[in-house]
């Protein structure tokens, strides 16, 4: 079957609901999502959404925290265009109906997380994402023009050199094959914009507070097509979510430090004085690290956070979402400490795009925690995400309803997806098996603390990984847990053969065998390419 439409967005979470509605009103958008629509790291996220907003804070403070926090390697225009764009941003989350907390004299009620110099994060409690993932999808759902297809997955892009099977220059995105999961079939969808809007890729990692959603897609899938990727070596280790056995790393988010919570010893020592000046509100790759090295060093399974100090009805009006999930798994955090351990959370690298989000494929868009666009260098302030994800999609918008006007060239007749001789599989199992293998590898060899060896050790494994799946993908009849195995296993190798790359520590890449920053060699994005 085939679709047609004016912008495809996959993904449905800040970036891609956002961009929809900017567009909608110029044409015809599908937005296809890969299980129901709320299902995003959107939908999670807790601190909130930094931006300027008290007369105490200025853009060059923002500016500045975002490039210490980034090591230096965020580049200063983008990171100065973001923070300018932002509370503009946030005017039309309002418009769409998103509503922030507010004080008691109805100012918006302002938060602090790490690296953070200011109070500067709006929020919606502790359920800031959630707030606004309900107003966007209520707004989307409501426009004539937006056509949602829940349980649909990407499977590749369609590009004119794949259509042509030649080079073409430019190389344009003509859309993209996708699974309904439900049918089991792939329909082509044409498109003269693309968007990729599929967030993150935590779950290439063990342990991830991300949703099952995070595997890489639209990262792969831009690899896979020919767009430069940058950057992967720069995955984000939240220094806090919850240790135990049926938490799936539940989240406890960097706000409740922002409101005084100290990280302690077994033995309630607090660490963070001897690991940084700012303390428990260092920047996150400095926390994580620190709780790494006090967790070996003490042969601890986790440390301890505590904000007993702030009182039950505080915590409990401040934290409703996360008092509650500690309660379900018996903890009390108004009494007693949460023990906390790091998991894999945001990835900074993802596909190179310019000002206005687009790839070196034209017509491809990459907008959100997909994409790399120079705002968070080495490491990401906290809170930038939801608002990169919000500025990048307006400036999206703004260029492709240009494309739109400017280009109305046809474009080349598409094949429908070729299955050649699949079958069904009788061998689940693989897959199962695999997942595991890139997870519990890349959490073993290219987590927290690095080295060669280790990077080495894992790029072994994933090489072989990707010869399995190279027979498995076109013996049999495409999953939605084959393409996810597929994609999580390119971001693996994108990941490690960036941080091989990388010769020295910088932010969230830190390697024993090259402990130093070195601004002279290394003060530069790491780019990849597929070679074809
Ligand atoms: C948190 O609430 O700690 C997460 C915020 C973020 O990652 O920006």
Redesign the pocket.
Known sequence: MKITSDFLVIGSGIAGLSFALKVADHGTVSIITKREISVTATDL????IASVFSEEDSFDEHVRDTMVAGAFLPHEDVVRMVVEAGPGAIQDLINWGVQFTRKEDGAYDLTR?GGHSRRRILHAH?ATGREIERALVEAVRSHPNITIYENHAAVDLITEAKVRKRRVQPNRCLGAYVLDVEQGVVLTIGARITILATGGAGKVYLYTCNPDVATGDGVAMAYRAGAAVANMEFM?F?P?TLFHPHAKSF?????VRGEGAILRRRDGTAFMESYHQLKDLAPRDIVARAIDNEMKKYGDDCVFLDITHRGPDYIRERFPNIYQTCMSFGIDMTSQPIPVVPAA??LCGGVRVDLWGESEIRNLFAIGEVSCTGLHGAN?L?????LEGIVFADRAAERSLVRLSDEPIPYPPIEPWDPGSARNSDEEVVVAHNWDEIRRSMWNYVGIVRSNKRLVRALRRIQMVQEEITDYYWDFYITSDLIELRNITTVAELIVRCALKRHESRGLHYTIDYPKTDDVRWKKDTIVRKTF
């Open positions: 996220a807790q601190g909130g997380e502790d984000q939240h806090t989240l406890i988010s960097e706000a959370h945001y990401r906290a809170s930038n995400s939801l």
